[in-house]
């Protein structure tokens, strides 16, 4: 067992949590709330003390065991009321923020701007055939016509341009954008949408100058010598670096369970220090030395992967958790994790309502807590050491993160134990190798080429697992995500736990899971009652951005939008036994509609591809119309009042009413405006299609007089906040469709909206929860709705 049997030191474990508590409430509630709060704690603790002091004066030092809790709840509500107090100031400083206004209203600024982290691809490939960037940086100050006004805050920037990829953190930038609210409270001011290229760039610091080489030429050095998909797993395995990493990939370490490899995590810190200790040791180094080469090492490490908070996040707990298994000794483990997550809330508060900050935390106190207990138990039973370690970190890391990943994604990866554990014995040796490849980058390119070659097996191992894991027949569970979800999952691994413990609930468990299991896999490989039968509008589960299937009557089908993916596409189509397409229409050029095109012209017949009169964003456009050319199928125009019948569809094109903008550098703020929206008549009833129509567009058809009634509305922009509310009063829809993707960073779809859908008496059915979504007419003849749920038909 632990070779430190004493009992655990909690003492610090409540004022972590009443530090957490309070920065959640300052930023979900306000800072009134956080205020009225730091008051009660603060009474709170004056009252124990006062009551501890009574008590010690009546009776002596008492009962030692009862007054030390007391002095750690007094402690913690202490703590608990100063970070109250400073999270109302900065929640205050950001509801008083001289952007405010304009932030409300949808303005527009000049701003100035420090980069706090590299600019992040997103996953919908951005809009008009470029990548689309997210960025994090720290507000210097608001230009205003000839006044600066000197003021700070974290803002999300969205671009666009190779200008604003080759950006380092650190740098200052000039840039003009729109701004809107942000979708999570986290002290974030405003999120700002570039209407162009930063137009005043400064020079990078000197360290951070040094850390983008050294990212740069182990990156060149990768490529050089490993095959695309190695080159790029491993910059992310070691540095965080997932730039090079298709898509596809991430996708499927994700549903393997394996998506923390590809993020700095305390993993990454605890193997490249145990590294560094071991190699001083091993030298005759002393404990002093060897300690401050350690640190030093953990500083390089920190600049080249990016001192951003999660970087920060993940030194803390990797240096917990390397604590715990070189001293052995969990009591010790326990204090300076509390004392980590109190530090870290105190510099960065957004931490609070970060999934990646929970992850480590309780993945740090699983390997600190659960892992060494169950080491002993299957060492008991005879298991080797190296195999009771491995299966115990990774069944610790799983139960542990389990329910957080539920609520943060709404699915849970069952396979992930297995992943893990089969990936175990190449972590290690691969994030070595890798540190030490970027070392010889640093001084010697051709060295660092010729070392990285040794990685090429262990990274094909990882890749395979990840692949054939993720391929695996019900890899993933749907849950519902939020706390619903993860007090289910919670629930789920406790009942296991306690039925672990006796034989005969084992063997009935046993026997339950073989059940399951012959039942279940057979209808995820093949789902029963899919495609619902008599389906007339399927919206597919493309990920973020939109695809859906209107059935003509005779087998064929016309498809709107083609999401960003063209492999979910096809296989969406496969699904429903699609093979010819009289019509492909693309409701505007933005990629999250037109990025799987790929997926429906290959291997299929395409009447025509359709677009909207405008040709705007050029990207889009030149995209588009190469997909047709390419496949040999014509590219015509809708245009508002055009009506088409294919089979037992009807089609209406309603808009877009708007005027098509003439400057090409307002293509992608109106882009959404200039979507195609249609009415379908279906044998389900009246289908609202509206692309990604904002609510300049949406009034502009309430204005035409035009009837919006709908029995069914494909809820614009993803459900985005864009949505006007007297445009679902008049659409008043019974279904609302969402197409969106899972965990995505803009926080579609809206809670606000889906409030509104709600009380307009509406079912809403998000592919994101659902996976495909049908419409279907019951026996009865009523209009269904049917999700397949990756597998499950939800009705």
Same mark, same amino acid.
């Given at each position: 067992?632990?070779?430190?049997?004493?009992?655990?030191?909690?003492?610090?474990?409540?004022?972590?949590?009443?530090?957490?508590?309070?920065?959640?409430?300052?930023?979900?509630?306000?800072?009134?709330?956080?205020?009225?709060?730091?008051?009660?704690?603060?009474?709170?603790?004056?009252?124990?003390?006062?009551?501890?002091?009574?008590?010690?004066?009546?009776?002596?030092?008492?009962?030692?065991?009862?007054?030390?809790?007391?002095?750690?709840?007094?402690?913690?509500?202490?703590?608990?009321?100063?970070?109250?107090?400073?999270?109302?100031?900065?929640?205050?400083?950001?509801?008083?923020?001289?952007?405010?206004?304009?932030?409300?209203?949808?303005?527009?600024?000049?701003?100035?701007?420090?980069?706090?982290?590299?600019?992040?691809?997103?996953?919908?490939?951005?809009?008009?055939?470029?990548?689309?960037?997210?960025?994090?940086?720290?507000?210097?100050?608001?230009?205003?016509?000839?006044?600066?006004?000197?003021?700070?805050? +974290?803002?999300?920037?969205?671009?666009?341009?190779?200008?604003?990829?080759?950006?380092?953190?650190?740098?200052?930038?000039?840039?003009?954008?729109?701004?809107?609210?942000?979708?999570?409270?986290?002290?974030?001011?405003?999120?700002?949408?570039?209407?162009?290229?930063?137009?005043?760039?400064?020079?990078?610091?000197?360290?951070?100058?040094?850390?983008?080489?050294?990212?740069?030429?182990?990156?060149?050095?990768?490529?050089?010598?490993?095959?695309?998909?190695?080159?790029?797993?491993?910059?992310?395995?070691?540095?965080?670096?997932?730039?090079?990493?298709?898509?596809?990939?991430?996708?499927?370490?994700?549903?393997?369970?394996?998506?923390?490899?590809?993020?700095?995590?305390?993993?990454?810190?605890?193997?490249?220090?145990?590294?560094?200790?071991?190699?001083?040791?091993?030298?005759?180094?002393?404990?002093?030395?060897?300690?401050?080469?350690?640190?030093?090492?953990?500083?390089?490490?920190?600049?080249?992967?990016?001192?951003?908070?999660?970087?920060?996040?993940?030194?803390?707990?990797?240096?917990?958790?390397?604590?715990?298994?070189?001293?052995?000794?969990?009591?010790?483990?326990?204090?300076?994790?509390?004392?980590?997550?109190?530090?870290?809330?105190?510099?960065?508060?957004?931490?609070?309502?970060?999934?990646?900050?929970?992850?480590?935390?309780?993945?740090?106190?699983?390997?600190?807590?659960?892992?060494?207990?169950?080491?002993?138990?299957?060492?008991?039973?005879?298991?080797?050491?190296?195999?009771?370690?491995?299966?115990?970190?990774?069944?610790?890391?799983?139960?542990?993160?389990?329910?957080?990943?539920?609520?943060?994604?709404?699915?849970?990866?069952?396979?992930?134990?297995?992943?893990?554990?089969?990936?175990?014995?190449?972590?290690?040796?691969?994030?070595?190798?890798?540190?030490?490849?970027?070392?010889?980058?640093?001084?010697?390119?051709?060295?660092?080429?010729?070392?990285?070659?040794?990685?090429?097996?262990?990274?094909?191992?990882?890749?395979?697992?990840?692949?054939?894991?993720?391929?695996?027949?019900?890899?993933?569970?749907?849950?519902?995500?939020?706390?619903?979800?993860?007090?289910?999952?919670?629930?789920?691994?406790?009942?296991?736990?306690?039925?672990?413990?006796?034989?005969?609930?084992?063997?009935?468990?046993?026997?339950?899971?073989?059940?399951?299991?012959?039942?279940?896999?057979?209808?995820?490989?093949?789902?029963?009652?899919?495609?619902?039968?008599?389906?007339?509008?399927?919206?597919?589960?493309?990920?973020?951005?939109?695809?859906?299937?209107?059935?003509?009557?005779?087998?064929?089908?016309?498809?709107?939008?083609?999401?960003?993916?063209?492999?979910?596409?096809?296989?969406?189509?496969?699904?429903?036994?699609?093979?010819?397409?009289?019509?492909?229409?693309?409701?505007?050029?933005?990629?999250?509609?037109?990025?799987?095109?790929?997926?429906?012209?290959?291997?299929?017949?395409?009447?025509?591809?359709?677009?909207?009169?405008?040709?705007?964003?050029?990207?889009?456009?030149?995209?588009?119309?190469?997909?047709?050319?390419?496949?040999?199928?014509?590219?015509?125009?809708?245009?508002?009042?055009?009506?088409?019948?294919?089979?037992?569809?009807?089609?209406?094109?309603?808009?877009?009413?708007?005027?098509?903008?003439?400057?090409?550098?307002?293509?992608?703020?109106?882009?959404?405006?200039?979507?195609?929206?249609?009415?379908?008549?279906?044998?389900?009833?009246?289908?609202?299609?509206?692309?990604?129509?904002?609510?300049?567009?949406?009034?502009?058809?309430?204005?035409?007089?035009?009837?919006?009634? +709908?029995?069914?509305?494909?809820?614009?922009?993803?459900?985005?906040?864009?949505?006007?509310?007297?445009?679902?009063?008049?659409?008043?829809?019974?279904?609302?469709?969402?197409?969106?993707?899972?965990?995505?960073?803009?926080?579609?779809?809206?809670?606000?909206?889906?409030?509104?859908?709600?009380?307009?008496?509406?079912?809403?059915?998000?592919?994101?929860?659902?996976?495909?979504?049908?419409?279907?007419?019951?026996?009865?003849?009523?209009?269904?709705?049917?999700?397949?749920?990756?597998?499950?038909?939800?009705?």
């Amino acid at each position: 067992m632990d070779s430190d049997s004493r009992p655990l030191d909690l003492r610090l474990v409540p004022a972590a949590a009443a530090c957490w508590g309070a920065t959640l409430v300052g930023l979900h509630a306000g800072w009134v709330a956080a205020g009225v709060l730091s008051v009660v704690l603060g009474v709170v603790a004056a009252a124990l003390g006062l009551a501890l002091a009574v008590a010690r004066r009546r009776g002596g030092a008492g009962n030692m065991p009862a007054s030390g809790i007391a002095a750690g709840l007094i402690a913690a509500a202490l703590i608990g009321a100063g970070f109250g107090a400073a999270i109302a100031v900065r929640a205050h400083a950001v509801a008083s923020h001289p952007l405010a206004d304009r932030v409300q209203s949808g303005g527009t600024a000049t701003l100035d701007v420090a980069l706090d982290d590299d600019p992040k691809v997103l996953r919908s490939s951005g809009f008009g055939g470029q990548r689309q960037l997210m960025i994090r940086a720290s507000l210097r100050s608001v230009r205003d016509g000839v006044s600066v006004i000197r003021t700070g805050g +974290a803002v999300l920037i969205f671009a666009q341009g190779a200008d604003w990829e080759v950006l380092l953190p650190g740098q200052q930038v000039t840039l003009r954008g729109r701004l809107a609210p942000p979708d999570r409270s986290d002290l974030t001011v405003a999120v700002v949408r570039a209407t162009g290229p930063p137009t005043r760039v400064e020079e990078p610091p000197r360290v951070q100058r040094w850390a983008g080489a050294i990212r740069d030429r182990f990156a060149a050095a990768t490529a050089a010598a490993l095959p695309p998909e190695q080159a790029g797993l491993l910059p992310g395995l070691v540095v965080g670096d997932t730039s090079a990493l298709p898509q596809q990939v991430k996708d499927e370490f994700t549903a393997a369970g394996l998506a923390h490899l590809t993020a700095v995590s305390g993993a990454n810190i605890s193997i490249v220090l145990g590294a560094v200790l071991l190699a001083v040791r091993g030298i005759g180094v002393g404990p002093r030395m060897g300690a401050l080469l350690a640190a030093l090492a953990l500083a390089a490490f920190v600049v080249v992967a990016r001192p951003s908070p999660s970087v920060l996040r993940a030194a803390a707990m990797g240096c917990v958790a390397l604590l715990a298994l070189v001293t052995g000794r969990r009591k010790q483990a326990i204090p300076a994790l509390a004392s980590a997550v109190v530090l870290l809330l105190a510099l960065f508060p957004s931490l609070a309502v970060d999934f990646g900050f929970a992850l480590s935390v309780v993945a740090t106190a699983g390997l600190v807590l659960l892992a060494p207990i169950a080491v002993h138990r299957l060492r008991e039973r005879g298991w080797p050491r190296w195999l009771a370690e491995m299966c115990a970190v990774a069944v610790a890391a799983f139960v542990v993160t389990a329910p957080v990943v539920a609520a943060m994604s709404g699915a849970v990866s069952l396979v992930s134990i297995v992943a893990n554990i089969l990936v175990a014995p190449v972590v290690a040796p691969l994030t070595v190798i890798g540190a030490v490849t970027a070392l010889f980058a640093a001084v010697w390119l051709p060295a660092a080429t010729l070392l990285v070659r040794v990685a090429g097996p262990p990274l094909w191992w990882l890749l395979e697992v990840a692949d054939r894991a993720a391929s695996f027949p019900g890899a993933t569970f749907a849950v519902a995500p939020g706390l619903v979800g993860a007090l289910v999952v919670a629930a789920v691994l406790l009942v296991g736990g306690v039925g672990l413990r006796y034989q005969w609930s084992r063997r009935m468990m046993l026997a339950l899971g073989v059940g399951v299991a012959v039942v279940w896999v057979p209808t995820r490989l093949h789902p029963p009652g899919w495609p619902a039968a008599g389906w007339s509008v399927v919206v597919c589960d493309v990920g973020q951005g939109d695809g859906l299937v209107l059935a003509t009557g005779d087998g064929r089908g016309v498809v709107v939008d083609a999401g960003p993916d063209p492999r979910l596409m096809d296989a969406c189509l496969d699904r429903l036994g699609i093979e010819e397409i009289p019509l492909m229409i693309v409701t505007h050029l933005h990629a999250d509609h037109y990025g799987g095109l790929d997926g429906v012209l290959g291997d299929r017949t395409v009447g025509a591809i359709a677009i909207g009169p405008a040709r705007l964003p050029a990207g889009g456009f030149r995209f588009v119309s190469a997909a047709a050319s390419r496949t040999g199928v014509a590219l015509v125009r809708l245009e508002p009042g055009r009506e088409m019948r294919v089979g037992t569809l009807r089609l209406r094109v309603l808009g877009p009413l708007l005027p098509v903008p003439r400057d090409p550098a307002d293509a992608d703020d109106s882009a959404n405006d200039q979507s195609l929206v249609m009415m379908a008549d279906t044998p389900t009833g009246t289908v609202l299609l509206t692309g990604d129509v904002e609510e300049s567009g949406q009034r502009a058809l309430l204005r035409s007089g035009i009837p919006l009634r +709908a029995d069914v509305l494909k809820l614009p922009h993803h459900g985005s906040r864009t949505t006007a509310t007297e445009f679902l009063a008049e659409v008043r829809p019974r279904v609302a469709l969402v197409s969106v993707g899972a965990g995505n960073s803009f926080g579609h779809p809206h809670a606000g909206i889906v409030r509104q859908l709600d009380a307009l008496g509406a079912v809403t059915m998000r592919t994101d929860r659902h996976g495909d979504v049908a419409l279907v007419r019951s026996g009865s003849g009523a209009l269904a709705v049917v999700g397949r749920s990756h597998g499950t038909i939800v009705r």
